[in-house]
């Protein structure tokens, strides 16, 4: 089984995406919150960016496709450190970052409407079936024909040249089968969770960090 370890990337949400309090007429709706919810996963994860949510947090389409594409190379950073100890080319990782906007467009999430909890606190349940592609990635890593094949190519023991040379040559199959599986992406069983919005002492609403990671860490299964 593997267990990649996912860094927290909560900093864009901490310096983008708040509410100020101004922007609700002083007070936050149930509708609010659960456009907020839905605003924060269509930006970060297909790069959708609806109009009522970008007045909400007071933000433009252009920062909002500045943080999308920020939170993509940050996701695609994360799986490269994850599998490389070399870094890989950078046209390699121009190619993981276009494969991760399309798994990601694939992303299966539900938000229901928000429950307030007190004045300072709002309570939405969340849906997600996490996406299963790599979790086939790895069953042909671990034990398909090619990457068996491909092993087979280069010894056991390598100096700092060849083991570069593998490795590059290794992320590019990589790659090329995450490209392949792709129309047969699917989902694991669905999992819930509630995710709460909150007023801080400055005066802005913003989604909780550690419910947002929670819940980042559902939309790609990455334990396998």
């Given at each position: 089984m593997y267990k990649l370890w996912k860094r927290v990337i909560s900093l864009t949400l901490s310096l983008a995406l708040l509410i100020p309090l101004a922007a609700c007429g002083g007070?936050?709706?149930p509708d609010d919150a659960t456009t907020y919810i839905q605003g924060?996963?269509?930006?970060?994860y297909k790069g959708i960016y609806?109009?009522?949510f970008l007045e909400m947090i007071d933000s433009t389409e252009t920062e909002a496709q500045e943080i999308y594409q920020?939170?993509?190379?940050?996701?695609?950073?994360?799986?490269?450190?994850?599998?490389?100890?070399?870094?890989?080319?950078?046209?390699?990782?121009?190619e993981l970052i276009e494969l991760y906007k399309e798994i990601y467009a694939k992303a299966s999430y539900t938000v229901d409407t928000a429950t307030e909890i007190d004045e300072t606190t709002y309570g939405v349940k969340v849906t997600v079936a996490p996406i299963d592609i790599f979790h086939q990635l790895m069953d042909e890593v671990s034990s398909g024909t090619?990457?068996?094949?491909?092993n087979a190519q280069y010894p056991d023991t390598m100096d700092d040249a060849q083991y570069y040379?593998?490795?590059?040559?290794?992320?590019?199959?990589?790659?090329?089968?995450?490209?392949?599986?792709?129309?047969s992406l699917g989902y694991l069983e669905e999992q819930s969770l509630v995710v709460q919005v909150t007023l801080g002492d400055d005066n802005y609403w913003s989604l909780n960090e550690?419910?947002?990671?929670?819940?980042?860490?559902?939309?790609?299964d990455y334990n396998f």
């Open positions: 007070g936050l709706s924060i996963l269509d930006e970060n609806d109009a009522d920020n939170s993509i190379e940050v996701e695609a950073d994360f799986l490269i450190g994850s599998l490389m100890d070399n870094a890989p080319t950078e046209e390699q990782r121009s090619t990457f068996t094949e491909f040379e593998y490795e590059i040559a290794w992320f590019q199959l990589v790659l090329d089968t995450l490209r392949e599986l792709l129309p550690d419910d947002f990671n929670n819940l980042d860490w559902l939309i790609i």
